[in-house]
């Protein structure tokens, strides 16, 4: 079944659309928080809250973007409502712990952790949030915006003070 | 001279910009590449389904309740003030009304203000 036939199944209340969405965009929407929350536990935690608020608020998709994309939209508020309601410092020594298990889980596939990756673990949510939809999903600037909530002028210089933020980092590294 | 000196600086701050993305971008794919998801059969997302939707319909008769019980409980004192004691129902009306003017005076005159 093709992906709009799903979601208008999935509209109507049908509990076997709903899995099958989800059972395909899964994997993604977990990677996807793991870039973002550089945590392995929360971002299943987060992909199941998702999904949730995808279940109650599927009246609202329009399908003007790919389901993927609201799925990310969705997760990325999630998270960004969490971190603000946790209000805790950003605390460098924190941070290295939250990405640790990320870190391990990479290690043990032979595969490096980047200094790159720990450049962008140091950086706000709301600015390592627009460099990855940005630099790796390929979205753009409204784009960004829009799942954000903020104008694609704010998120431009997100994005560039991120990168600056980044190269300092990896020059204080190299 | 100044300005070759300005375009080099210009060029080698570009390099370093476009590096740190194709960085930024390995490390990312190697997440995506060697992170390990496990997915849940199709089974334990129909599960998920069934159970939420249950969690939301329970939500949905409790709001219900909430609403109704307390919407009967205003109306019973409207009624109650109105019939049996009218002084009490129409200085209460009077006080509504004020509130209402003065929140939204109040409003109006922070928008002028600010703009």
């Not at chain 2, 319909?57 to 919407?71: G, M, P, Q, Y």
């Amino acid at each position: 079944m093709e992906e709009g036939e799903l979601i208008r199944s999935a509209k109507s209340g049908d509990k076997s659309a709903f899995a099958m969405l989800f059972h395909q965009n899964y994997s993604f929407l977990v990677k996807y928080l793991m870039k973002v929350t550089m945590n392995p536990d929360t971002a299943e935690e987060l992909a199941q809250e998702t999904m949730a608020r995808c279940i109650e608020k599927i009246h609202l998709y329009q399908g003007k973007s790919k389901f993927s994309s609201w799925l990310i939209s969705i997760a990325t508020n999630l998270y960004i409502d969490q971190q603000r309601k946790k209000k805790r410092e950003k605390n460098w020594q924190q941070q290295e712990e939250i990405y640790r298990k990320l870190k391990w889980q990479l290690e043990s596939r032979n595969e490096e952790w980047t200094d790159a990756l720990s450049a962008l673990g140091k950086l706000a949510d709301d600015v390592r949030i627009p460099i990855i939809l940005k630099h790796y999903y390929g979205y753009s600037y409204d784009e960004i915006g829009e799942m954000m909530k903020l104008s694609s002028g704010t998120i431009k210089s997100r994005v560039h003070n991120g990168i600056l933020a980044v190269r300092k980092e990896l020059r204080l590294n190299g | 001279m100044d300005e070759r000196k300005e375009e080099i600086e210009k060029e080698n701050l570009d390099e370093s910009f476009f590096t740190t993305i194709k960085e930024i971008e390995v490390g990312l794919e190697s997440v995506e590449q060697y992170a390990p998801v496990y997915t849940p059969n199709l089974e334990w997302f129909e599960n998920m389904v069934v159970e939420k939707k249950q969690q939301l319909r329970k939500k949905l008769i409790f709001d219900v309740s909430i609403f109704s019980i307390v919407a009967l409980l205003v109306l019973s004192v409207v009624l109650f003030t109105l019939y049996n004691i009218p002084v009490v129902f129409f200085a209460l009306q009077g006080l509504v009304a004020i509130f209402i003017i003065g929140y939204f005076s109040i409003r109006l005159i922070k928008q002028v203000k600010e703009t």
